[in-house]
């Protein structure tokens, strides 16, 4: 009937990427207006709300901190620019805001807060010819957390990898008694979190039975989970709050920084997305690892007790 009667039709929100109706109608008004003139499409970015909302501006300077400015989320929510269908998933800048000064090191520091993400390897298959010649291994990340104060404006802890370990064709039944005495007595996890998807799930709730409930937190993949991972773990890079050993030759250095390299993003519909290295070009067990270690950072936080003293009786 709208069209029957020429009735104007409004559209609006924020385009997620360049093949949404919204981008699209976009698109050919603004086409039109180079026609005619005539102005159709009307955009007002974060900045502009800002200079009247004083209280918006303070909150999205937070998130542009938070996120970082290239992040997904930042373009499209509060910059109005939409997305061009994936490609690599650090580029150039990202890899230098990963890259840190801190050494390696192989024991814990007194004092010190701990995390750790382990990503489980899958089923050994024969490798054709096209793929990698490692196989699969299941990586642990072991890295160090600190927190910034409560009055911070970005309440993210800061996450130094520090450790990495890499076992492959290892029996899970041998695997798991070295995990529980290197997460446990070595290094004291606060935080573990686990790839509990297919093979993995068995070893997160054996891990949780040795370490505790409260240490091991299971981490299912499903598209909907590994996109908010691979989110949190693009906002810890921007944000200059992940940052990797510095070098030192070893193959576990090497092999992350090539998986980083070679990482690419597949943006999706639903404000999703999807990381990944490609089969043809190796693994991904060192990024979910690291990706992983971000997520067990993320509830690290120690509990602070909310109370009052008692007087005592006198």
């Not at 064709?169 to 290197?182: F, G």
Request: some cysteine.
């Amino acid at each position: 009937m709208a069209a029957s009667t020429g009735a104007t039709t409004v559209l609006y929100g924020t385009a997620w990427d360049d093949r949404t109706l919204l981008e699209r109608t976009k698109q050919a008004n603004l086409e039109a207006e180079r026609r005619d003139g005539i102005r159709r499409h009307f955009e007002y970015d974060w900045q502009r709300v800002a200079r009247h909302n004083a209280a918006y501006a303070r909150f999205v300077e937070a998130e542009r901190q938070r996120l970082g400015e290239s992040h997904p989320l930042f373009l499209t929510q509060y910059c109005l620019r939409p997305l061009h269908g994936g490609g690599r998933l650090f580029d150039r800048q990202q890899r230098a805001q990963l890259q840190g000064t801190h050494g390696r090191q192989s024991t814990p520091v007194a004092g010190e807060t701990y995390v750790a993400g382990l990503d489980v390897a899958g089923a050994a298959l024969e490798p054709s010819a096209a793929e990698s010649p490692r196989r699969d291994a299941t990586v642990l990340t072991i890295a160090r957390v600190s927190h910034p104060p409560r009055v911070a404006l970005v309440q993210e802890p800061r996450i130094q990898i520090v450790e990495h370990y890499a076992w492959t064709n290892e029996p899970h039944d041998s695997l798991l008694a070295r995990l529980v005495d290197v997460l446990g007595r070595v290094w004291r996890v606060r935080r573990v979190a686990v790839d509990a998807t297919g093979l993995g799930e068995t070893l997160a709730r054996l891990l949780a039975a040795s370490l505790g409930q409260d240490v091991i937190r299971p981490f299912r993949f499903t598209a909907e989970s590994k996109s908010r991972l691979g989110y949190a773990l693009l906002a810890a890079v921007n944000g200059g709050r992940l940052r990797m050993y510095a070098g030192d030759d070893s193959d576990e250095y090497t092999e992350l920084w090539r998986q980083a390299e070679a990482a690419r993003v597949a943006y999706r519909a639903n404000q999703t997305m999807n990381f990944f290295v490609d089969p043809t070009e190796g693994h991904d067990d060192y990024l979910m690892s690291a990706a992983l270690a971000v997520e067990a950072a993320a509830d690290s936080r120690p509990r602070t007790a909310i109370g009052r003293l008692r007087e005592g009786r006198r």
